[in-house]
Structure formats: C-alpha cells, structure tokens
C-alpha cells in the first residue's frame, strides 16, 4: 500500500482506485481468462477498450466523436515534439513556437531538423497582455504553445488565437485538468504519465481536418492523416499503457469530469501559492501571479543547502517527489489529478511549518 504522498512532476501519482482496477486487470482482462498483458490488438476486448478510450477522453474535453479523433502513440510527448513537424510542417511557411518553458525549446529545436521555425519570445515573469502571437508576414505552417511549463511553472491561462493556421498545443502536463475554451487548439498532444496514467503512450487530439494534413511521404506509423482513417492499429499498441489510460479516464468520468478536475485543481493550488504568498521570504518565485501554473507550483529557497534541507524534512514526513528538474533546481510540487485535496492541504501545512520554523 502507499506509504508516502508522492508529488512528482511525471511519472505522477496514479489514483488507487485505478491501481486496483489495473490489478484485477493483469489478473485476468475482463472474464477472458487472460491476462491484459496477453491481450492483443486484434482481440475485440482491446478493440473496445481503445474505443472506450478514445470515445471517453472526447466526451470529457466536449469534443465531438463525429469530428475528432484521439490517436495513442506508443512513445512519450518528446515523440510528438518530431511528428508535429513531420506531419504539419510546410515548404517555405515556417512553424511558430512560442517560448514559455524548458519543453518549449525541446519542442523548437526537435521541429528545427525538419524545417524553419520562429521562436517568439515570452516573458513568463510579467502578466501577458493578449493573444501571445502576433501577425506574421507570410504564411504559417502550424503555431506551437506549451499550455503549462513542468519545469518552471507557467501556464498559459489567456486565449489564444491562431489565424490562418493551426494551434497545436503541448498540453502533457495540464490535459484533463482544465476545460478548453480558455486555449482552444486545433490540436493538443500529452505524454500520458501526468494525468493519463503511465508513461509509455502519448495522445494526439483533434479535429480530423487538422489532422488530416499530413504529405502522404509522410511514413505510414507517424501519418496522422492515415492514422484518423483506422480504426483498428496496424502495429501493436502499448496495450497495458492504454489499458491505465482508459481506467484514467473512466475514473476521471466517475470523479465528476473535467470541470471537477478544475475545481479541484485551483484549490489544491490555491492553498500551496498561498502559503508562498504568506511566506514570500522563503518561497520564492518568478512566474506572474496571472500564469502561475495549477499542476506544478516551482519555487526557490535561499540558497541549494535551504533547498536540500527542506526537500529532506518533507520526504521525513512522507512528502516526496518535490525536487525541482534537473535543468533548474529549485523545488517542485505538482498537483495533477492523482492528487488529492487532502494531500495538497499536507504539503501546504508543511510549508507553513516550516517557514514559519525558519524565521
Ligand atoms: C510539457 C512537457 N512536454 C513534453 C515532455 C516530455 O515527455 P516525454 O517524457 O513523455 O517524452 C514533458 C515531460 O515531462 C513535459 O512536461
């Protein structure tokens, strides 16, 4: 059984009840005398599951089943961060990415092999004043945003428009935790091990028009475009991969939805910002309080000693997974859907402790 509260930015902490679920599953897949782990693609048991799947995580971002597909990849985000060019990019109308994270730049360089890209700055300490993107010159492929940044804790909360092209939106680290219509994209992928599970898939979602784009030199396995007319996969899929997110989804369903994980979301990172607001000798942090993300809360302490004595204290208390990414340090305390709002209020309580214990 769980023994610790665990905050990690991704693999994230799963839900019980799906765990349970997933259990029974690789006992025995539902009554078929088998195992998940020996189900193949072609049985009409995963057949279903895929389209609970698929049908499921539509109905909880409201998109039609008649208009959009979601794709599983086996294969994280950083996969998609090459697809999206392979598929959507095009001669002589260079891709926009805008700049808001660690991702967004692994996102742009990986797109810079196939093809020409804009970076269009962001400031993520200062409140944005509109839609980020401008109006470009010539004709654009695609416009790339980051919804939330894992690593520094931004998140793009403004509308965000796109005439002309598409909007594709990397969205691992917030899908399933915010309603849409505050970003619209025409196009959204995530890694699955935040809020869909367990690393080893990834999602495309979006409409088939959008999808359907892709050259047709485009290889078969990465061709959205061909990929949005099969029902059945050629290749075998992750399937147990696909088996957590279809239990996500359907605990996600059972939860209340979407709107439910929003709810939860601002006060789970409510109660965390405001003890950093109350204590803002001690936390200290950079992202404008209007962008400040809702999954993952990143701040600095004093000094890498402070840092590593408080991540220390917590892990004491069954707090773990809060040291910041590699790429920044700092700490780092991500609130996904497997959090409770318990767990969040325990960590928030710490802080408080312990700050207060510092002065
Ligand atoms: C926003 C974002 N994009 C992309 C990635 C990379 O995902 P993966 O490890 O699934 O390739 C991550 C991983 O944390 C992420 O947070």
Not at 16 to 40: A, T
Not at 92 to 111: F, V
Not at 205 to 213: C, E, R, S, T
Request: aromatic fraction near 8%.
């Amino acid at each position: 059984m769980r023994t610790h509260h665990f905050f990690g930015a991704g693999p994230s902490q799963v839900p019980l009840p799906v765990i349970e679920r997933i259990r029974e599953h690789l006992l025995e897949y539902e009554s078929s005398g088998r195992s998940i782990l020996e189900i193949g693609h072609r049985n009409p048991l995963f057949l279903k599951m895929l389209e609970q799947a698929e049908s499921g995580i539509l109905d909880l971002l409201e998109l039609s089943r008649d208009t959009h597909r979601a794709l599983f990849f086996a294969g994280g985000a950083r996969q998609q961060f090459q697809l999206i060019p392979i598929n959507f990019l095009c001669a002589g109308a260079p891709a926009e990415y805008l700049m808001t994270d660690y991702w967004s730049e692994q996102a742009a360089s990986a797109a810079e092999a196939f093809g020409a890209i804009r970076r269009i700055t962001c400031d993520i300490t200062r409140e944005q004043p509109g839609s980020p993107f401008a109006d470009s010159a010539g004709p654009v492929s695609y416009r790339h945003i980051t919804s939330n940044g894992t690593v520094n804790g931004y998140q793009l909360i403004l509308p965000v428009v796109s005439p002309g092209c598409p909007l594709i939106a990397d969205m691992s680290s917030d899908l399933l935790t915010r309603r849409l219509p505050d970003i619209r994209p025409d196009v959204m992928y995530a890694g699955a091990q935040k809020n869909l599970g367990c690393a080893g898939l990834s999602v495309v979602i979006g409409h088939q028009d959008a999808l359907g784009h892709a050259a047709s030199r485009v290889p078969f396995h990465w061709n959205y475009a061909i990929l949005c007319d099969r029902r059945v996969p050629d290749a075998t899929p992750p399937v147990l991969s696909i088996a957590v997110a279809a239990e996500m989804i359907r605990w996600t369903r059972e939860e209340g939805g979407v709107g439910e994980m929003e709810r939860r979301s601002r006060l789970k990172a409510q109660g965390v910002y405001s003890v950093i607001d109350a204590h803002a000798d001690v936390y200290r942090t950079t992202v404008a309080i209007q962008n400040r993300s809702r999954q993952n809360v990143v701040w600095h302490m004093r000094d890498a000693a402070t840092e590593a004595s408080f991540i220390e204290a917590a892990v004491r208390e069954g707090l773990t997974g809060i040291r910041g990414h590699a790429s920044a340090g700092g700490v780092r305390v991500s609130l996904y859907n497997g959090v409770s709002m318990a767990e969040a209020d325990d960590i928030a309580r710490f802080m408080d402790m312990y700050a207060s214990h510092l002065r």
